[in-house]
């Protein structure tokens, strides 16, 4: 199925590792020019742009850190300049410590929250009047499904997250009048090169007991999701929370 992504301009905010690698493969596999979001990991980001130009897609890196609204501002106006426009958002980029709550001290609040809420803030705040311009968008927001059911050590990212579906369900509402669809994936435990390994082997059968498809999530069943929100065919879709968990949330 054409998803009709071929000339449109998409930013992936983490996009040089793990998940949002996955997701920026995908889209420039359906034709999409990717902006290659990146923080720190300068060195994984250009690898990603290295491996979708040599399977012959379209991509570039751009640095920003999520959490600084000036420094997203101009890269969203970098991307617009280099790669003529912008079409769609994925809001993929999130920061996490895992630690109960009262164990934790507010200023180690800070960053998970500057990261996963005020990031997808400042990026929907600059992203969104491009697309204003451009007759339309699209919006994703990658989150944890802990946002929606809870889940023990991640208090802090769980708040920040829930603040994400709240933002997408109004966004939805004030952009749909320009044709505009804002819409969040939340996600089960996925997989990657960057889990902790010996935490999982210690581990794995207590975490697939909360799932009744019995394995744990794979970047790849992420990106798909992602193409088809970002696509013409997703056009009457918006305000959704969508959980790609392996059924983790109805456990919840």
């Known amino acids: 199925m054409d998803l009709g992504l071929t000339g449109k301009v998409a930013l992936v905010t983490g996009g040089g590792r793990d998940i949002g690698r996955e ?27 290295a491996a979708i130009r040599e399977a012959g897609g379209q991509a570039s890196a751009f640095q920003a850190d999520v959490a600084d609204h000036d420094a997203v501002t101009a890269m969203i106006a970098a991307i617009v300049r280099d790669l003529g426009g912008l079409d769609v958002l994925v809001n993929n980029a999130g920061f996490l410590e895992s630690r109960l709550f009262l164990d934790t001290k507010p200023q180690e609040w800070r960053r998970q929250i500057d990261v996963g809420l005020y990031g997808v803030l400042n990026c929907c705040h600059a992203a969104a009047p ?24 991640l208090s802090i990212t769980a708040a920040s ?92």
């Open 23 to 49: 997701i920026a493969a995908r889209l420039a596999a359906e034709g999409a020019t990717v902006a290659v979001n990146y923080s720190r990991s300068k060195a994984e980001a250009e690898a990603t742009v």
């Open 130 to 153: 491009r697309m204003v311009q451009r007759g339309g968008g699209r919006i994703v927001n990658i989150v944890g499904d802990s946002a929606r059911v809870g889940q023990p050590r």
């Open 161 to 252: 997250r829930g603040g994400v579906i709240s933002l997408a369900k109004t966004l939805a509402r004030e952009l749909g009048r320009s044709n505009i669809t804002v819409n969040t994936l939340a996600l089960g435990y996925v997989e990657t090169a960057h889990s902790d390994q010996a935490w999982l082997s210690a581990n794995r059968e207590k975490i697939l007991a909360f799932y009744p498809i019995r394995r744990l999530g794979q970047a790849a069943d992420v990106a798909p999701f992602v193409a088809y929100l970002a696509s013409a065919h997703a056009g009457w879709v918006t305000g959704q929370t969508i959980s790609v968990s392996g059924g983790y949330t109805t456990t919840g």
